[in-house]
């Protein structure tokens, strides 16, 4: 008698310890979906970047609900979905972070390891910082170079779509760049760890976020993270990072130019998207279209 009430205390503070450490929502948002190569993201055979990341999703989600979190994914399936309608589905379910996982490559194929982007602004960039100084420490433990928490700024605040739209909305969001798709050794730690091995890492720095004071202070709402849009930033003279006409717009056809511009336009900065890019890589994406393959 006296065990099994015993028993049943524990089971119910265990419950409500669960859910009073992770009072809090998360949204993981698998980056990309659909057709073409904004839905694709990153592909280098085997892989495709939109399936790694509903894959990591996935079982993110898995984790993250056993230790007790409320947790959202924004798709679930192979559907297109816009930077802006990702962070409305954030607020609409009262989201207090948005994770977005992605998965890199690059033109040359020379460039390796994670890297986490935040905002740069108020307490969005401290719960960036932190969170993604967590995220990078598990990464790297897998044997993956950390380049760092970064920032970037556009001419209306975050540069990237789904953060700048996220903290317009209160949200704090993060990227998590897994790893280089197109590299030997980030292939490598990616082949021997599996999807579950990063939602596994993933897991581990958002619930120790979670657990520290900044993360506890976001769940409970005593963290000021007032929304923050292009009106309320203060003035700066001149743009800060504003993307500048391409000069690699000389070497396509204005057709081919405006077909590549489609392809980054849900950013709402595809011109300094294309800006990173080299013409080799562009070109090999206008191949495939013409190739009917995108
Ligand atoms: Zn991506």
Request: with cysteine; proline share 4%.
């Amino acid at each position: 008698m006296k065990k099994t009430v015993l028993t049943l205390m524990m089971l119910i503070m265990t419950v409500f310890l669960a859910q009073s450490a992770f009072a809090g929502v998360v949204v993981i948002d698998p980056g990309h979906g659909g057709i073409g190569t904004e839905g694709s993201g990153a592909i280098y055979a085997p892989y495709v970047e939109k399936a790694l990341t509903l894959s990591v999703a996935e079982q993110l989600r898995t984790e993250l609900a056993n230790a007790g979190v409320t947790v959202y994914m924004t798709r679930e399936v192979d559907t297109p979905m816009s930077l802006d309608q990702r962070a409305a589905y954030a607020k609409s379910v009262g989201a207090n972070l948005m994770v977005s996982l992605h998965f890199n490559a690059s033109g040359p194929h020379d460039k390796t390891g994670c890297e986490v982007w935040s905002s740069a602004f108020g307490n969005h960039a401290v719960v960036g910082r932190q969170l993604g100084s967590q995220v990078l420490g598990q990464l790297s433990a897998l044997g993956l170079e950390s380049k760092g928490v970064k920032v970037k700024l556009g001419d209306r605040g975050d540069f990237y779509g789904l953060i700048r739209n996220s903290v317009a909305q209160g949200v704090p969001a993060i990227i998590i760049e897994h790893c280089f798709l197109d590299y030997p050794t980030d292939r490598a730690v990616l082949e021997r760890v599996g999807t579950a091995g990063l939602a596994h890492a993933d897991a581990t720095a958002i619930i120790g976020f979670l657990s520290g004071g900044t993360g506890q202070s976001l769940m409970n709402g005593t963290l000021d993270v007032s929304p923050v849009t292009a009106a309320s930033l203060p003035a700066v003279s001149g743009t800060v990072g504003a993307a500048t006409p391409s000069p690699l717009a000389a070497s396509f056809t204005p057709q081919e130019w405006s077909w590549l511009l489609s392809q980054w336009a849900y950013t709402g900065n595809a011109e300094g998207i294309i800006n990173t890019k080299s013409v080799a890589e562009l070109r090999q994406l206008l191949d495939l279209h013409a190739a009917g393959k995108l």
